[in-house]
């Protein structure tokens, strides 16, 4: 089977006044359909660059990248993911249920699917009775639910998501980390997520992708040997510090390096 | 009182007193100022009738035979009004606020004529300001809305096509260097030519000074959504349709309102010049010309404060359907 995502040397660059930065060199990665694939590294190494080319968002300025074996654009165009800033970035003109209304609306949902699918995303990540509040009355970790919620209520075969949980607690990070999983057991979605967190990256994945930056590079693949099915308390077993650790020095190495 | 409000304030959300005494507070505040402001122009200009009318003041006292200097009337042809106050300030400020067609006419005055052209008058006389003011109001309404959707067709397209954003905008800010007053005759006499007159041409130099606000406005609103707002926009596959009504359109809004506003009162300007040039024996426009003709002072500062009262009023709805829109969309400005 061929890859959803696959990258072959691929090289951005952005011309900037105090001239080039080479933001992403020579990435190669392919991501199977299904996977659950993190990206860490240290800020700057081109995590976001990286999402927003699979997103079509930006043109790499050398290799190729295709998404379902169409160009990023094309594939943008078809709608074949959803997208979580590293912002929540809500339309403040409408309600929270107003925005997760919005993509069902340009997607073209019957009436009864969009309320539908507005109720279900919304207690998925909690946010149950909110619906008519406007985002300035959430918190900022509120409103990052709110646009996670977004990203997942409509059916895109590919969720890109840049640190989704960077604004959240500890307690609801676990507890929206096991919905993301239970979620992507479900649905076997493919999933691109973006974190600074070791753990996380550890607990969600079953492919680490470590990044060092200037110039924005792949360090280290790690595939994890977890099984699919994680408690919570899998972060306590011999295997989890183990991969934890390599991811580490993965990071490490890649800062020396650099 | 004033300096111990502030402390007053901390427990003024306590009970239902306090809160009262907090709206009367907030009330004398906003009031204060204005009171003030308003007080010193009448005293300005009250002062001001007096050098304004001294040579009438002074010609009428020396025809009642009253001692005047100089005693001339030669030698006060020369003279500015505020010398000859300063050389005869008693018979000056006598005559200066109750003349019949004094140069500058006193406020009580202008607020007499401004009554008696409202109140006084059946609103079907050709007398009556509130008839004058409907016939200048109707066309500056429709000169707005022509204004308004001109100005708001060129903003799209402006901010959809390079072509037009490079084309139309020079035209546009060139068409207001242009001053009015010279176009207007040609914009009326042209339509009269082919058969069009009355509210239109009127209407169509209102337009002309109103849509200029509202393009400018509405290209920067129609811009003024972020990266990542538009980046959603890309992520969801939506057409440059659904990115205008549902992202565009909707960031603009507090930015037409602003332009509104100005273009209201642009297009209100441009339907009292529409009135000059004809002759036209209706409007605001035509009390300021026939006022001037006769030499009835007090008939043209009426028609200006009506013509500024209107303005207000129109500025002030616009801001009360601004206050409602934009709190109904959670934009609360
Ligand atoms: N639009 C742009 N123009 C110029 N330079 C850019 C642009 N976007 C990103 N860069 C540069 O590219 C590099 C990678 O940026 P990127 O946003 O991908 O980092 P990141 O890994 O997501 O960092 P963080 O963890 O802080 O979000 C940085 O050096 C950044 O300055
Ligand atoms: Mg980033």
Redesign the pocket.
């Known amino acids: 089977m061929s890859p959803v995502i696959s990258a072959k040397s691929l090289n951005?660059t952005?011309?900037?006044n105090d001239g080039p930065?080479h933001?992403?060199k020579d990435v190669n990665l392919d991501v199977e359909k299904g996977e659950f694939v993190s990206?860490i590294?240290?800020?700057?190494?081109?995590?976001?660059?990286?999402?927003?080319c699979v997103a079509g968002l930006?043109a790499p300025t050398g290799g190729t990248l295709t998404v379902n074996g169409m160009t990023p654009d094309e594939a943008r165009r078809a709608r074949a993911y959803g997208y979580v800033f590293?912002a929540a970035g809500l339309y403040p003109w409408r309600t929270i249920g107003g925005n997760i209304r919005l993509p069902l609306e340009i997607m073209g949902y019957s009436e009864a699917e969009k309320r539908k699918r507005v109720t279900d995303t919304l207690a998925l990540v909690d946010l149950d009775g909110f619906e008519k509040k406007y985002p300035w009355q959430l918190s900022g970790g509120m409103q990052q639910r709110a646009s996670i919620a977004r990203a997942l209520s409509f059916d895109a075969e590919i969720l890109l998501m840049?640190?989704p949980f960077g604004a959240l607690d500890e307690i609801v990070r676990d507890r929206l980390n096991e919905e993301l999983l239970s979620l992507w057991a479900r649905t076997e979605k493919t999933m691109l997520f973006?974190t600074?967190s070791i753990p996380e990256a550890v607990y969600l994945s079953t492919k680490i992708v470590v990044?060092s930056?200037?110039p924005?590079r792949i360090s280290d693949v790690i595939d994890s040997p977890l099984p699919k099915e994680r408690p919570l308390d899998i972060r306590d077993s011999r295997e989890f510090i183990e991969i934890a650790h390599r991811v580490r020095d993965g990071l490490r190495a890649g800062m020396e390096a650099a | 009182m004033t300096d111990t409000a502030p402390l007053a304030a901390q427990g003024a959300g306590i009970g239902r007193s306090g809160r009262v005494a907090l709206w009367a507070r907030g009330f004398s505040h906003a009031l204060l100022p204005v009171v003030t402001v308003v007080a010193a122009l009448l005293a300005i200009w009250y002062l001001a009738c007096i050098p304004m009318n001294a040579s009438n003041s002074v010609l009428q006292a020396a025809r009642a035979d009253v001692a005047v200097s100089p005693e001339s009337a030669s030698d006060r042809r020369g003279m500015s009004g505020l010398a000859l106050a300063v050389r005869n300030p008693g018979v000056a400020v006598a005559g200066a606020f109750d003349q019949d067609r004094a140069r500058l006419p006193a406020p009580h005055q202008v607020a007499a004529e401004l009554w008696a052209g409202t109140v006084g008058e059946p609103v079907t006389s050709n007398r009556s300001l509130i008839w004058h003011g409907w016939v200048t109001l109707s066309a500056t309404l429709l000169g707005f809305v022509f204004g308004t959707v001109l100005g708001i067709a060129l903003a799209v397209g402006i901010v959809h096509s390079r072509v037009m954003d490079m084309s139309v905008m020079p035209w546009a800010i060139v068409s207001q260097t242009v001053p009015i007053i010279a176009i207007a005759p040609m914009i009326i006499v042209v339509l009269y030519s082919v058969g069009i007159q009355g509210i239109v041409p009127k209407a169509i130099i209102s337009a002309y000074l109103s849509f200029f606000p509202v393009v400018v406005g509405m290209v920067k609103g129609l811009r003024s959504p972020n990266g990542m707002d538009l980046d959603l926009m890309a992520t969801y596959g939506a057409t440059k349709g659904q990115t205008f009504w549902k992202l565009r359109l909707p960031s603009s809004m507090p930015y037409l309102f602003a332009s509104l506003k100005i273009g209201i009162a642009a297009s209100l300007i441009g339907a009292i010049v529409g009135e000059l040039p004809t002759g036209a024996s209706a409007g605001l426009g035509a009390r300021l010309l026939a006022g001037s003709y006769y030499g009835q002072t007090e008939q043209i500062w009426a028609a200006l404060f009506a013509a500024a009262i209107l303005a207000a009023l129109c500025v002030g709805l616009l801001g009360v359907i601004e206050r409602a829109l934009l709190g109904r969309m959670g934009m609360t400005t």
Do not use: I, Y
Not at chain 1, 41 to 52: A, E, Q
């Open positions: 951005l952005f011309q900037t930065v933001a992403l990206f590294g240290p800020s700057g190494c081109g995590k976001t660059t990286f999402l927003r930006e590293q840049d640190e973006v600074h990044m930056p200037r924005g």
